[in-house]
């Protein structure tokens, strides 16, 4: 599947470092937002809701939502505005012009996202010890769940980016789409305090089975089976990361 | 390389914007060595014809081979082999001069401490050396002109492509890229060059080939295309309307 690796590898480290090499904008303001959402969510307000049936404090509730939220739009965010300034100038054609093969193009393009998604979570996770001692209950479980949701929305990003014609175009799937779907998903709430038509709905939100991996993962509670989120996650994965494939194949906004 | 004779092969070759026939049933081939002009007015189908061949443009119809590579089944073979300089400068923003072609040489599988030295010749050969550490914004439109040079060369590939190299370029400049460029051809390279400078083509090409509204209207050695007359005005005779040229 990789038959260049060298080039593979300059251009996932060529999205990697860009991200880093902007981290006041790419990696500090989730942590910040963050850290005010534990605060008044989890410890000024969560500390008066009553969430005895799962077990867990509302602030531990909330950190793994807080993780997946950010994990979905720093990917999102990373390959959509990488990919998309690319076409704006044009500097596309480096890659284009290289002999990457498109499944080697998305595996280094998504990586910037991978790995931005990666830091900004375990940040989200290492500021909520500042209000709580968590520890992690599956780690390896946990690692699955963030390397195939941001793969998803890493590939998610770059077919937004594709798509999009103008700078207000890009985050149109972000704002309208990703986001509410993430809140209704159970982000910050859990399935069991919602009414029977919303549960039904929520089953049909993907964003449900993700968010539900990452809290088990974390706190060791879901309110679905785990092997259930981890198919879901994985089938996303590999349908995202393809079709991604298959856009930069038939170039897709790419090739005139 | 599979087919050592042969650098570019095009056969049938016809292309579409929407409803626009941008090229027409095109065929020719560019000999290994060869020292290739290709000619037409503007919007003629020249670039077209090369973001055909690097890949950056899809097809309807026909077949275009590198060295005997299908450059859309065998892709990354026919890329390799290839270096455009394309008309416009595109690089990376975020980039210095001297990342951005340790990079572009890394996405060609060549090894960084190659890729950093590759670069440190082309930088020195161009006379980009002050500007290193510099992002692409700080050069002028000549020193631009060098670097899409540069970066089109740092894989050293067999064929390079050349979009109209040296316009808006100043004398010296022109010269400087003409001398390389016959260096060039002389050491086995294949180039393929179009320009709307009919002297540029004259003085460095072997072969031309001139298209007009997406079809070949002539094509040839350089002996046999200007039979003792000059480029300018077989160019003018077989594009333009009012001297019988080729139209629609």
């Known amino acids: 599947m990789i038959n260049n690796p060298i080039g593979t590898l300059s251009l996932s480290k060529r999205e990697i470092l860009r991200f880093f090499s902007v981290a006041g ?3 500090f303001p989730p942590l910040v937002s963050s850290t005010l959402f534990m605060y008044i969510f989890g410890v000024a307000i969560g500390s008066r809701l009553d969430l005895s049936s799962t077990g867990m404090t509302y602030l531990s509730f909330i950190v793994p939502g807080l993780m997946t939220m950010h ?3 720093s990917s999102y965010e990373n390959t959509s505005s990488s990919l998309f300034i690319a076409r704006w100038h044009n500097h596309i054609q480096e890659v284009l012009l290289s002999p990457l093969s498109y499944f080697e193009m998305v595996l280094g393009l998504l990586a910037g996202g991978v790995v931005r998604a990666m830091v900004v979570s375990m940040g989200v996770f290492l500021v909520s010890l ?3 001692h968590t520890v992690i209950q599956n780690p390896l479980l946990l690692l699955y769940f963030i390397l195939t949701i941001s793969v998803i929305f890493s590939c998610a990003g770059m077919m937004g980016a594709l798509w999009a014609e103008d700078f207000g175009m890009l ?8 986001i509410p779907a993430v809140f209704l998903g159970g982000a910050f709430h859990p399935i069991s305090i919602l009414s029977r038509p919303l549960k039904i709905f929520s089953a049909f939100n993907p964003m449900f089975y993700l968010i539900n991996g990452v809290r088990f993962s974390v706190t060791g509670v879901s309110d679905i089976p785990v092997q259930f989120c981890a198919a879901v996650s994985l089938l996303m994965a590999v349908f995202f ?16 | 390389m599979r087919n050592s004779d042969v650098a570019i092969s095009i056969k049938n070759l016809t292309k579409y914007y929407q409803a626009f026939k941008a090229l027409d049933n095109v065929s ?12 037409g007015p503007n919007g003629a189908g020249k670039t077209t014809t090369i973001n055909v061949v690097t890949g950056l443009s899809n097809y309807q119809t026909g077949q275009v081979e590198v060295f005997g590579y299908n450059t859309v089944v065998e892709y990354p073979q026919s890329r390799r082999l290839i270096g455009l300089c394309t008309q416009e400068s595109n690089f990376d923003p975020f980039l210095t001069i001297h990342q951005l072609l340790v990079y572009q040489a890394g996405y060609f599988g060549i090894l960084p401490h190659v890729a950093r030295r590759r670069a440190d010749e082309l930088i020195e050969r161009f006379q980009l050396l002050e500007k290193r550490n510099c992002k692409h914004r700080a050069l002028s439109s000549g020193m631009k002109k060098r670097l899409l040079l540069c970066r089109a060369l740092i894989h050293d590939p067999e064929i390079l492509i050349l979009d109209e190299p040296t316009a808006g370029c100043d004398l010296e400049l022109k010269f400087l890229i003409w001398d390389y460029l016959a260096q060039l051809n002389k050491e086995g ?4 060059l179009t320009t709307h400078y009919m002297e540029e083509a004259e003085k460095l090409c072997k072969t031309i080939g001139i298209i007009n509204h997406g079809r070949i209207v002539r094509i040839g050695e350089k002996k046999e295309v200007l039979q003792d007359r000059s480029l300018e005005s077989v160019f003018l005779e077989v594009t333009n309307p009012m001297n019988g040229g080729n139209h629609d």
């Open chain 1, 171 to 178: 985050n149109v799937w972000n704002v309208y789409l990703i």
């Open chain 1, 130 to 132: 500042l209000f709580a």
């Open chain 1, 241 to 256: 990361f393809y079709s991604t494939v298959y856009l930069f194949k038939i170039g897709y906004k790419l090739r005139t």
């Open chain 1, 25 to 27: 904008q790419t990696v």
């Open chain 2, 189 to 192: 390279k294949t180039i393929f």
């Open chain 1, 71 to 73: 994990l979905i739009s």
């Open chain 2, 28 to 39: 020719f081939r560019v000999k290994r060595g060869d020292f290739f002009a290709f000619l």
